[in-house]
């Protein structure tokens, strides 16, 4: 079994920083392209940013320039550093990993965490 495990949300105020981080647990797998989506109630989860295994990044047109997305292969991890948030960042973020296990490919989710931006 595979588990995504995501931390760093929190409150900040505009123009601050915050770290979202999202290990993946378990063993015998590969992962493929890792992303950071967010959801706001009542509304679709969104993607914000993703990074494939070879390190290409792509980013929502919305935090481009503010956002950066890294990841480390060798601990199956994904973050997502956030400057010059926005009360308009606020949302619960999800990472997600495409995860290569026996034979199958599935996504895989974290927990979610929030992020709340005051103005």
């Known amino acids: 079994q595979v588990h995504l495990v995501e931390s760093g949300g929190g409150l900040v105020q505009a123009g601050g920083s915050l770290r979202l981080s999202c290990a993946a647990s378990?063993?015998?797998?590969?992962?493929?392209?890792m992303g950071w989506y967010r959801q706001v109630p009542g509304e679709q989860r969104d993607p914000v940013a993703t990074v494939t295994n070879g390190g290409n990044t792509n980013y929502a047109d919305s935090v481009k320039g503010r956002f950066t997305i890294s990841r480390d292969n060798a601990k199956n991890t994904v973050d997502l550093q956030m400057n010059s948030l926005k009360p308009e960042d606020t949302a619960v973020y999800y990472c997600k990993m495409l995860v290569i296990r026996q034979g199958l490919t599935l996504n895989y989710w974290g927990q979610g965490t929030q992020v709340t931006v005051s103005s």
């Open positions: 378990g063993s015998g797998f590969s992962i493929g392209i």
